[in-house]
């Protein structure tokens, strides 16, 4: 197989998985998701005799390095913008939540938001993307323990945030404690007769 036909396979099988990588990266910002794949693509069109056998952790890869300047160039316009003062804020125009606007399992995002972003990434990689440390290490480009490390230190320190975060999520409405995660975990699998 050329490597013409290698790229056009990859581009066939992996355009979706880049993009939903992609945008769950730039949530809000679709007009960039789609730029930042064609970037991705057009790295891998130029590299198409580097693309290995397995390419998806590659793309992801580019992908996270076409990001971060995607993300550095969004930084730049928005720093322009507040320059201008063409900001919401400089106009008045403020949009406040309710209360009760919260999305379900918003903490867990909160909790991610708040490690940094190399332990996100690699949570993501994990969670949202289903790799296993072998392919998170082509993504990140490192080796396999490394991977395998970083995955099991950020999901260490996911867990404190959680922990720390636990007293302001785990009331529920009408006061009382919220159920252990593990405990309610064992309790639904006893319950559906898995335990």
Not at 73 to 81: A, E, I, N, Q, S
Request: proline share 6%; charged share 30%; glycine share 6%.
């Amino acid at each position: 197989m050329s490597n013409d036909e290698i790229f056009a396979a990859a581009y066939r099988e992996h355009y979706w998985a880049v993009s939903r990588y992609v945008a769950r990266r730039l949530p809000g910002r679709a007009d960039e998701v789609e730029e930042v794949v064609a970037e991705v693509f057009t790295v891998a069109w130029r590299r198409r005799a580097d693309l290995p056998a397995s390419p998806l952790p590659w793309l992801y890869g580019v992908a996270r390095n076409c990001l971060a300047n995607a993300v550095r160039g969004y930084g730049r316009r928005r720093r322009l913008v507040d320059r201008m003062g063409n900001d919401e804020a400089a106009h008045g125009r403020h949009i406040v939540d309710s209360p009760d606007a919260e999305a379900p399992g918003a903490w867990v995002h909160e909790a991610l938001a708040r490690l940094s972003p190399a332990d996100q990434e690699v949570l993501r990689l994990a969670a949202w993307e289903e790799l296993g440390a072998d392919d998170i290490a082509v993504a990140l480009g490192c080796g396999s323990r490394a991977a395998a490390m970083r995955l099991h230190r950020a999901r260490s320190r996911l867990r404190a945030e959680i922990d720390r975060m636990r007293p302001a999520v785990a009331a529920l409405p009408d006061g009382r404690p919220a159920p252990d995660p593990a405990s309610a975990d064992a309790t639904l699998c006893k319950d559906h007769g898995h335990g």
